[in-house]
Structures are given as structure tokens and as C-alpha cells.
């Protein structure tokens, strides 16, 4: 585990809370502050759309509260609720803990990180009896009429009123937190206490205090302070050994600041500011004097809704005709995909680089799908970033990272997931690698790695490398009832080598598959022709599995998670699902799975008889595999329906887990009707929720503008209406006012160019993919991405 060094300067202003409160930026109706836009109206204050709330109970995990995009602080209000995996539940019935300075977002698991909290006490009889410990301090929150908690929020800000009457505002910089605690007028003796050991799993049953000050407080003026272990405070102590008898869980601070002297407006304000290193105190120090030198709470907000409102719009969205919640929907879909991975550039423990450091990757496996295609569009400059230090971190480790959190390596999910993100990267950008800092070399040296060099143990990194290269050399015809399942290699179910019983074969050798295929992108790149040809068919033993097993239809009700009794060779999701996952040769699984018509009769199957799976990421991309049968139309209104049953607006506005941003990214797709095959050229096309949808590339400068030319607004349940991309001889898809061969995918030379790429809609949703030969979206049997890629 990391060290935790934490510098906390806290400074109390005898200020009234009024005269601060025209800066107000958030309220927590978005939809009211958002004036309606008129068509080819640029979209200025994005942020005004975000609801930073959605998918913050039931499940969603999503952190709500203060961050840059990607910053290491995200600074949030923890709560009691059992799905605090961000900190937050909305829902009022869970108390109010502490304000911490780390968090992730959206993620399953343990609560992560959540660490140094600070906590303010109105009142307490004397010193020595304030209520310390998180079990007595912990507070529900003010509740309003409508039965929600007085909580606000928008990119960069987050407030909550305590049921002590203290207003908590939270803001933060990259290594920065600023807290503001404005305390009611009836408190004289304005107390904060600065807790150094409940993190997010309480996992501090023995905490170690060093004497060396790893840690340091340095605060103006304080009318008292001392150190504390569980709930006794102690006057005047400032050394925790002195306290330190035996076996303890808790410990902190507790400081008391003089009230407010202003005789007309007697609410005392204090200003914490914590700064956060991996590193040093010192560097703990530096940040925050750096960063937020002059406890600027106001100016720090306005920092940070300008970075995120220059992210966000650079997607643009023409709001006529569209309801607001949509547009609510699509921007605060798109502000959560840039939460994690967070920049830890400079905080790095583990070993000394200039390079950037990314931390909080939960689990690639669930963002090289959406999220990654998604930054291609818009964000190719961090997206650079976040690749170079993936590769830097397989430089000192051996290994991409697959799930990474608090700077070291945790469970793996599948296969070795940061191979397509590096395909991804460099299938795109390939001609501005230099430019953007990232070694053509370091990156294909970082994929040979994890395709070749057998990782210690395989759960935590790299693969089963041995094992597949040995049966990868035969085809594997892994039969399920029904369902045939045709990988050309295979991870045999009873070999497990280092990673353990937990072997989830089927699910990594399909991934393995596609990690192996984003390779071969790279390999073709750069001329490798000897690695492009690597993998071989032959042949190999069968095995049976009941096609529902690990489906909701499971007679057995077999979970297939991360545990040691999954033997089963799935992970979260069933083989009906995993049936349908070869995304680089779908041509060739239509084939094998009888032609066009009994593959749309598969598909239509998953989802009548919910094998489909909208909250894990293997069902992603199967309401869009109609593209490959020639009904684009069937993808459209899956993927509209989709949207219309499981993602809104409300605090459960989400389908299980967020992942770190992979499911908004997801939505942010649907939205725009597009679909993304990581590490290839090609976004497979649908109909926009919008008139008009551009993304700026800031890399090449350029604007893409996707434009349906007779929008006619979105049906509410998703099902018909006039969404179908319209094909045939009239060529309704242009490009730059040329016919377009195909209404089914576009070209990322498209986004290159910043083209005005134009479509025109129809209610039938038969309509085809075009008439040429070229007019389907490619796979590898079919000669797709054999040309320069
Ligand atoms: C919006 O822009 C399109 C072209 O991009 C133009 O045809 C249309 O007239 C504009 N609409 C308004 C209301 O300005
Ligand atoms: C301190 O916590 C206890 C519960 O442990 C509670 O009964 C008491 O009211 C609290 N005191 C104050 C001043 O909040
Ligand atoms: C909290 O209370 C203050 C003062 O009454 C009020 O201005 C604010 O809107 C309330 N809600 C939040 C989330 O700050
Ligand atoms: C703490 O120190 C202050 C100042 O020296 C003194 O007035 C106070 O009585 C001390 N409190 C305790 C509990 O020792
Ligand atoms: C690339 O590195 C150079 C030299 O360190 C630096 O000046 C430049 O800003 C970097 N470019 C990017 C896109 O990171
Ligand atoms: C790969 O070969 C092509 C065609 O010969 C050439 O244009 C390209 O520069 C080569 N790329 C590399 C990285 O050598
Ligand atoms: C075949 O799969 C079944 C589960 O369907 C499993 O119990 C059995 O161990 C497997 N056989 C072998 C040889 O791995
Ligand atoms: C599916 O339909 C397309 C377009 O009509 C056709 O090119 C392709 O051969 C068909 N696939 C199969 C396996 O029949
Ligand atoms: C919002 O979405 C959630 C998650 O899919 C769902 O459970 C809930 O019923 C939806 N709520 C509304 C009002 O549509
Ligand atoms: C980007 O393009 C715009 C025109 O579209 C131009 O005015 C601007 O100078 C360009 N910026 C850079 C840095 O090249
Ligand atoms: C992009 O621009 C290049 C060079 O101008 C051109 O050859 C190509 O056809 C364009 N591609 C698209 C999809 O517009």
C-alpha cells in the first residue's frame, strides 16, 4: 500500500456567508437554470447541463462531488450508506461522515481511497467531550420538501446542508481541496476535526503513526486544538504516541476557531485547504501553496467550471426540437467520462519519471469498449497522456495495467485490456505519435510484453500468456447447447498457472482474441507483417455449457464474478452473450451462426429472453450488431430503446455500476448514433438525439459536424419513429456534399478532416446498410482493415 501524506492549513474567516452568496454557481435543479438554445447556437456553459447526481444511489457509485477533469482531488461528502464506493449515497437515510479528499467513480469492489476526512462541530459541552470518532460525530443531512437532501452540485463545486445547520462547500485544483464550513450563527465555538484514519473500507484497524512528521497541520490562530484517539479529544496534546495505548482505530485532530466578530452577520466561515501527495508533506505543502495560494474559494470554482466548460464543449450538441432532459442527459454522461483515470502526474511513489502518471484505472476491461474511442474524438491530447503512462508503468512493472487503484495493480476482469486501448491510440493517431510524446517503439515493445511474457500471477496482470500461446495454435470449438461459440484459439478450463481456479477461460480467450487483433493493428502500422500473422487456427476438444448458465435464466444461478468458485469460464455475462463477441470478424460469426436472418433471430432472442445485460459490458455492443446483418434500422431502435429503459436523469438514472465513466460513454455514443470498434477506423452509424452534433478535435484542429437533415425528434420509449439512417440509391449520406458509400459506418478520416458529414432520416426500419459491395461495416474475413488499416 501507498503512504498517505496529508498537509492541512486551515484559515478562519471572519466573513458573513451572504456576502459570497451572488457567486453561487450550482443549484440543484439543472434543467431551471438552463435557458432554451436556438438552433446553431454554440453551447458556451455545458456545465449549466451536468446533474452531477445521476446514478448516485441503487448502485451507480458515482462520485458527485468536486473535481478537475481527471484531477487527482476529487474531494466529496462519505456517507454510512453500504454503496459508498464513491463516498455518496443520495439517498437521506445515510448519514454524513466526513469530507474526503480522494475518491473514485463509479467502481464495484471495496470502497476505495475516501481518505483524510474533515468534519465540522458546531457545538460540543467542552473540548474533551466532542464527538471524534465517525460513529458519534455522523450527522444526517438537511432534507428538503421534496424528501431529497439539501445537497447541490456542478463540474468543479459541491455543497450540502448538515442537520447541524453547517453549509459544507467543497471546490478543488489537480493536488488541491478547498473546504469552506460556514457554521450556524448559535455556534460559538466552531470546531473541525481532522481524521487521518477512516478511509473508504475503514480499513484502518491498526494504523501506524510515525514519528517522523509524515503528516503536518498548520493553521492560523486556533483557540484550541489536540489530538484525539477515538472519541476522546485531549487538550493541548499534539503527539499521537502519547496517546497511543493498545489497539485503536481512530485518530485525528480537533481544532477550535474563534466565532465570527462581525456584529451583523454572525455565521463564522473557516476555509480548509488540504493539499495531497503521494510523495512528502513538503510536496504535500507545495501543491496547495501553489495551486490555490490565496484560499481563493469563489476563484477556485470558477477555475474549474472554465476547464471542464472548455472540455465539454467541444462537443456540441443543436438543442432544437430536443428535450431538455436529453441534453441533460448527454452532457452529464460526457462530464463522467473524464473523472478517472486521475492524473497522479508528480505523485508517483513508486518510482521516479518525468512521464505522466495515471492512477484509478477500474478496469480496462470495462473502458477500452466506449470510453477511449469516445476521448479519440475529443481529447486526444490527455488521451496521449494517459497511453504514455500506461506505457511507463509496463517499462518499471512489466505489464500495462489493467485495474489499477491507489498505485498498485488489483484484480483483473479478463484479458490484458490495455492492448486496445494502445490500438485505439495508435490506429488513430499513429501519424502524430511524435508530436504527442508517445514512442511508437515503447508502445509495440508494452503490447509484445503482455502478449508474450507469461505474467507472476495473470489475475493482477498481463495473461495466461504460456498457456495461450501453446492452444492458440489450434481452434477451439467451445459448443453451448444451441450456441456455438468459434474463437480461433482457446485457454484450455484446466490449466490454471499462476491467476488460480477463478479461471474465466471463454471470456479471456474471447478477449485475448481481440486484444491479439488490436495488436495486429498496431503490428500492420508499423510494418511488423510477422507479427500481423501470428495467431493460427487448428484444432482442438469440446466441451458443453448450458447456454443460459450465468444469465438470469440460469437454472443454477451461477453468478460468474470475481470469485474462487467461478470455474465456469464466463464472467459476467452468460455464453449467449460471449456468443456474439468476435466485434473484429462479426461477417464471419454470421456465417457460422447460419446467415443474416437466424443471426437476427439470435439477437432478437437475447434480448426477448433477457440474456441481454445492460448493466455489464459484454452486452454492450449487441444492440448494434444488426449493422452486420444489414438492418442498421433494428440497431437504431434497440440501442433507442436502450436509452429510454435504463438511463434518465434521476439519482438511480443508471444501470448498475457507472465503471469509471464506461457506461456515460456508452449513453454519449447512443446519443449521437454512433458506436465505436476500439482500435480499428470505423464508427458504425445511427441516428443523433439532435439536429446537429460536432466535435472539435483540438489535435487537428478541426470541427466534424454530423447533421440530420429532417429530424424529427425522439420517440420516448425509443421504438419507431423517423430515426432510421435512410439508404439506397438516392445516397442520403454525404460527406462534404459527396454520396457517401455506406448509411451504416463512417470513417475516422471523416474526424480527421472536420467534415459536414450529412444524413437523411426514415421511419423504415428495414431500410439497408447501401447497395455496393463495400456498403457493410468491415470484418476480417471479409477483407476489412486490410488496406493501410
Ligand atoms: C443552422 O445552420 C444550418 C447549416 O449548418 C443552416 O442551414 C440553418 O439555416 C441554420 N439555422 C438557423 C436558425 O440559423
Ligand atoms: C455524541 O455522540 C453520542 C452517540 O455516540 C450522542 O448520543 C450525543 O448526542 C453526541 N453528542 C453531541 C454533542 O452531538
Ligand atoms: C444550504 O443552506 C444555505 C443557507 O440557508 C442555502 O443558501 C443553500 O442553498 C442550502 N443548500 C446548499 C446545498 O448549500
Ligand atoms: C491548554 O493550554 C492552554 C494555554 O496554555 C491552557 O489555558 C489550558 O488550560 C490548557 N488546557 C488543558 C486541558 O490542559
Ligand atoms: C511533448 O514534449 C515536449 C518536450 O518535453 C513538450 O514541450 C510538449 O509540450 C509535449 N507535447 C505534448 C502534446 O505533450
Ligand atoms: C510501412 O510501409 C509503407 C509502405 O511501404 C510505408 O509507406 C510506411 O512508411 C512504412 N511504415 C513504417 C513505420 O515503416
Ligand atoms: C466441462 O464443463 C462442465 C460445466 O459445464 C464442468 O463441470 C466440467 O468440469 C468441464 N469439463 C472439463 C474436462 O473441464
Ligand atoms: C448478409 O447480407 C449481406 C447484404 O445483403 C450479404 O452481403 C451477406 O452475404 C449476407 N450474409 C450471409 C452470411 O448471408
Ligand atoms: C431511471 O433509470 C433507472 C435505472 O435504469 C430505473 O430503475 C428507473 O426506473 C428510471 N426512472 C425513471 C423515472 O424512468
Ligand atoms: C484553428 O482553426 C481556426 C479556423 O478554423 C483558425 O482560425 C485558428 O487559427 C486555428 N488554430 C490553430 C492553432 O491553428
Ligand atoms: C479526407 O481528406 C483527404 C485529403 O483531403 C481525402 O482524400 C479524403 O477523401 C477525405 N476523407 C473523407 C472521409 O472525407
Not at 117 to 133: G, I, M, Q, V, Y
Not at 280 to 304: H, L, M, R
Not at 709 to 723: E, I, L, Q, Y
Amino acid at each position: 500500500m501507498a503512504r498517505w501524506l496529508v498537509l492541512l492549513s486551515a484559515l478562519p474567516l471572519l466573513a458573513s456567508s451572504s456576502a459570497h452568496s451572488r457567486h453561487r454557481l450550482a443549484t440543484r435543479s439543472v434543467i431551471d437554470t438552463v435557458t432554451a438554445s436556438s438552433a446553431n447556437t454554440t453551447i458556451t456553459d455545458p456545465a449549466s447541463y451536468v446533474n452531477v447526481f445521476i446514478g448516485t444511489t441503487n448502485g451507480g457509485h458515482v462520485f458527485p462531488g468536486a473535481t478537475l477533469p481527471h484531477g487527482m482531488v476529487k474531494v466529496g461528502l462519505d456517507t454510512d450508506s453500504p454503496g459508498n464506493q464513491a463516498g455518496y449515497d443520495a439517498n437521506p437515510i445515510f448519514s454524513a461522515t466526513g469530507f474526503s479528499q480522494l475518491h473514485d467513480s463509479g467502481t464495484g469492489g471495496g470502497a476505495s481511497l475516501s481518505n483524510f476526512k474533515l468534519w465540522p462541530l458546531p457545538e460540543c459541552d467542552s473540548f474533551a467531550s466532542c464527538n471524534t470518532s465517525m460513529y458519534a460525530r455522523q450527522t444526517l443531512r438537511a432534507v428538503l420538501p421534496d424528501g431529497s437532501p439539501d445537497d447541490a452540485g456542478s463540474p468543479g463545486y459541491f455543497a450540502t446542508n448538515l442537520s447541524t445547520g453547517v453549509q459544507v462547500e467543497l471546490t478543488a485544483s489537480r493536488r488541491t481541496a478547498l473546504h469552506r464550513y460556514t457554521f450556524p450563527k448559535s455556534s460559538r465555538e466552531p470546531r473541525i476535526v481532522v481524521d487521518i484514519t477512516n478511509d473508504g473500507l475503514i480499513s484502518n484497524t491498526d494504523p501506524v503513526i510515525n514519528e517522523e512528521p509524515g503528516y503536518g497541520y498548520d493553521f492560523e490562530a486556533p483557540t484550541e486544538y489536540g489530538v484525539y484517539l477515538e472519541n476522546s479529544p485531549v487538550q493541548n496534546s499534539t503527539q499521537f504516541i502519547q496517546l497511543y495505548s493498545g489497539f485503536v482505530s481512530e485518530m485525528g485532530a480537533l481544532l477550535t476557531f474563534p466565532p465570527s466578530s462581525n456584529p451583523t452577520h454572525q455565521v463564522t466561515t473557516i476555509l480548509a485547504r488540504v493539499g495531497v501527495s503521494f510523495i512528502s508533506s513538503d510536496q504535500a505543502c507545495a501543491n496547495a501553496e501553489s495551486e490555490i495560494p490565496d484560499f481563493d474559494f469563489y476563484g477556485t470554482v470558477a477555475t474549474a467550471r472554465a476547464t471542464w466548460n472548455e472540455l465539454l464543449s467541444r462537443v456540441q450538441v443543436d438543442t432544437q426540437g430536443v428535450d431538455k432532459e436529453t441534453t441533460e442527459l448527454f452532457y452529464s454522461s460526457l462530464y463522467r467520462t473524464h473523472i478517472v483515470p486521475a492524473d497522479y502526474t508528480g505523485e508517483n511513489p513508486n518510482w521516479v519519471s518525468t512521464e505522466p502518471y495515471y492512477d484509478s484505472f477500474y478496469c480496462n476491461w470495462d473502458t477500452y469498449r466506449t470510453l477511449y474511442p469516445l476521448m479519440s474524438l475529443h481529447d486526444p491530447e490527455v488521451f496521449a497522456r494517459i497511453v504514455r503512462g500506461m506505457i511507463n508503468i509496463q517499462q518499471h512493472e512489466g505489464w500495462l495495467p489493467e485495474c489499477r487503484g491507489a498505485t498498485v495493480p488489483q484484480y483483473i476482469q479478463g484479458g490484458s485490456n490495455g492492448d486496445p486501448i494502445l490500438g485505439e491510440f495508435f490506429v488513430k493517431f499513429y501519424e502524430h505519435a511524435t508530436a504527442l510524446n508517445v514512442s511508437a517503439d515503447a508502445l509495440y515493445t508494452a503490447l509484445l510484453a503482455d502478449a508474450e511474457d507469461q505474467a507472476p500471477n495473470w489475475n493482477i496482470q498481463g495473461r495466461q500468456a504460456t498457456t495461450w500461446k501453446q492452444y492458440s495454435q489450434r481452434i477451439n470449438l467451445y459448443r453451448v447447447l444451441v450456441v456455438m461459440i468459434i474463437s480461433v484459439d482457446f485457454i484450455p478450463s484446466n490449466i490454471y498457472g499462476s491467476g488460480g481456479a477463478a479461471t474465466k477461460q471463454v471470456s479471456r480467450t474471447l478477449e485475448y482474441s481481440f486484444n491479439d487483433f488490436s495488436i495486429a493493428q498496431v503490428a500492420r502500422i508499423l510494418n511488423k507483417t510477422d507479427d500481423v500473422a501470428k495467431p493460427r487456427f487448428a484444432n482442438g476438444e469440446w466441451n458443453y455449457t448450458d447456454p443460459r448458465h450465468c444469465s438470469v435464466n440460469d437454472p443454477l444461478q451461477s453468478t460468474c464474478y470475481l470469485d474462487t468458485k467461478n470455474h465456469d469460464g464466463f464472467y459476467e455475462s452468460s455464453p449467449m452473450v460471449y456468443s456474439q463477441y468476435i466485434p473484429q470478424d462479426t461477417a464471419k460469426l454470421i456465417t457460422m451462426q447460419g446467415g443474416n436472418k437466424s443471426f437476427i433471430d439470435r439477437l432478437d432472442l437475447i434480448f426477448d429472453e433477457d440474456y441481454f445485460d445492460v448493466t455489464d459490458e459484454p452486452s454492450q455492443q449487441i444492440p448494434f450488431m444488426y449493422h452486420y446483418a444489414n438492418r442498421p434500422g433494428y440497431s437504431t431502435q434497440r440501442s433507442r430503446m436502450i436509452i429510454a429503459e435504463s438511463y434518465n436523469t434521476t439519482v438511480n438514472g443508471l444501470p448498475g455500476n457507472d465503471d469509471s465513466g464506461a457506461m456515460a460513454s456508452y449513453a454519449v455514443f447512443y446519443l449521437v448514433g454512433m458506436y465505436p470498434l476500439p482500435a480499428t477506423r470505423q464508427f458504425l452509424l445511427a441516428s443523433p438525439y439532435f439536429p446537429k452534433v460536432s466535435f472539435y478535435n483540438p489535435l487537428f484542429n478541426t470541427t466534424t459536424t454530423i447533421i440530420a437533415k429532417n429530424f424529427g425528434g425522439n420517440p420516448a420509449d425509443g421504438k419507431g419513429g423517423t430515426v432510421f439512417v435512410k439508404s439506397g440509391r438516392l445516397q442520403s449520406v454525404t460527406i462534404d456534399g459527396q454520396p457517401w458509400h455506406s448509411n451504416c459506418y463512417l470513417d475516422w478520416d471523416a474526424f480527421v478532416n472536420g467534415s459536414t458529414i450529412e444524413l437523411e432520416l426514415t421511419s423504415d426500419i428495414d431500410t439497408p446498410c447501401g447497395e455496393g459491395s463495400d456498403a457493410l461495416p468491415p470484418s476480417l474475413s471479409t477483407g476489412g482493415y486490410s488496406g493501410l488499416i
